[in-house]
């Protein structure tokens, strides 16, 4: 029986925190649905599961299709920001562009949604380092060089090592990105990155390092979750690792995902590196169903707004409030405040 008391402690919990998803691809949807004439889509589709689940801050990719490769990449990527830029002029009480932490504060004061931006995999700079400036001053402040494929910052990794294996490092090209990276003051993103290329970030990097939307091999052993070694490396570096909601990137099987699963998760990697390096990063994923014509994963959430059954069962399991704020928020605002300019 769920105690007054008890609801109160959850309702604090999302009324105080600052809660970020890490990781989101809600340009993809907007730009597909702007594309067929509709406009505010965030306000209409997203902000009410945003606010009912007491979010934030929602950190959206710019994430491409294989079929828009290569060709098309710039012109996606950039068509992917107008579209949000369009968003916030047709709902400016409700959504921001956040580029900094102040950014951040001014967006939770105000009762905004505060949307920041990253790369997916850098499939839209082509070979040409100098184009990250132009993304960092149209917002982008996350860089995830690849995602699960082969581009020219280097390689990507599998969904299961039962797949072919890319195992190249960081290309001469990736260094050089990662190096404009942090003098532009933008926070690298391993997820999607393989064992190799992990290893080459961590080696080259001067700052923390997060992993936006992985979870433990512990618990579920694919190439898309982090071993307890890598998650050690990314702590050192002062970085975090977000949490994914996805049923494959959780569970194996993946018909077995669960938020008992999640939490298991998460009390793993507590244990291996402590409270502090621990984020949310859902990569919530079943509405673009639509634009697939089959499907294999679902999310373990409905949909953002419920967060709150995460904020239960983490409850049970004994966390304590503060320590569930900084898994919520917290965490990933001390790599912002350290990384962003």
């Known amino acids: 029986m769920v105690t007054e008391q008890y609801k109160q402690i959850v309702q604090d919990i999302h009324k105080e925190s600052i809660i970020i998803d890490s990781h989101f691809d809600l340009l993809f949807d907007v730009a597909a649905q702007r594309k067929r004439g509709r406009k505010r889509v965030i306000e209409t589709d997203h902000l009410p599961s945003f606010h009912e689940g007491g979010w934030d801050i929602i950190v959206s990719s710019i994430y491409l299709d294989d079929e828009d490769l290569p060709e098309m990449a710039l012109h996606k990527a950039l068509d992917q920001v107008s579209c949000l830029y369009a968003e916030i002029e047709e709902s400016p009480d409700k959504i921001m562009l956040c580029k900094n932490i102040q950014d951040m504060m001014q967006a939770k004061k105000r009762k905004k949604i505060g949307i920041m931006l990253s790369f997916e995999g850098v499939e839209p700079l082509g070979g040409d380092v100098s184009l990250l400036r132009v993304f960092y001053e149209l917002g982008v402040r996350m860089i995830g060089l690849t995602w699960s494929r082969r581009n020219a910052a280097g390689d990507g990794c599998a969904f299961d090592f039962a797949e ?5 490092g960081l290309s001469e090209f990736g260094h050089a990105v990662l190096e404009e990276a942090e003098k532009l003051g933008m926070i690298m993103d391993v997820t ?6 992990f290893s080459d970030i961590i080696r080259a990097s001067h700052q923390p390092v997060i992993a936006s939307h992985s979870n433990t091999r512990v618990i579920a052993n694919t190439p898309r979750n982090l071993t307890d070694e890598q998650l050690r490396e990314i702590a050192a570096s002062g970085g975090v690792a977000g949490i994914n909601a996805v049923s494959k990137i ?3 099987p993946a ?3 669960t938020i008992d699963i999640l939490v298991d998760h998460i009390e793993h990697m507590v244990s291996i590196v402590g409270i502090d ?10 509405m673009f169903h639509k634009y697939a014509e089959k499907h294999t994963t679902f999310d373990i959430f409905r949909n953002h707004g419920a967060l709150k059954e995460l904020t239960q069962v983490l409850l049970k399991r004994g966390f304590e409030k503060k320590e569930i704020m900084k898994i919520y928020g917290e965490n990933m605002l001390r790599v912002y405040q350290n990384v962003l300019s």
Not at 164 to 168: A, L
Not at 192 to 197: A, E, K, L, W, Y
Not at 277 to 286: A, N
């Open 277 to 286: 390096h621990i984020g949310i990063g859902l990569d919530l994923c079943d």
């Open 164 to 168: 072919r294996q890319m195992t190249g």
């Open 192 to 197: 999607h990155i393989n064992d190799q290329g």
């Open 250 to 252: 959780a569970s194996k």
């Open 255 to 257: 018909e077995a995902a």
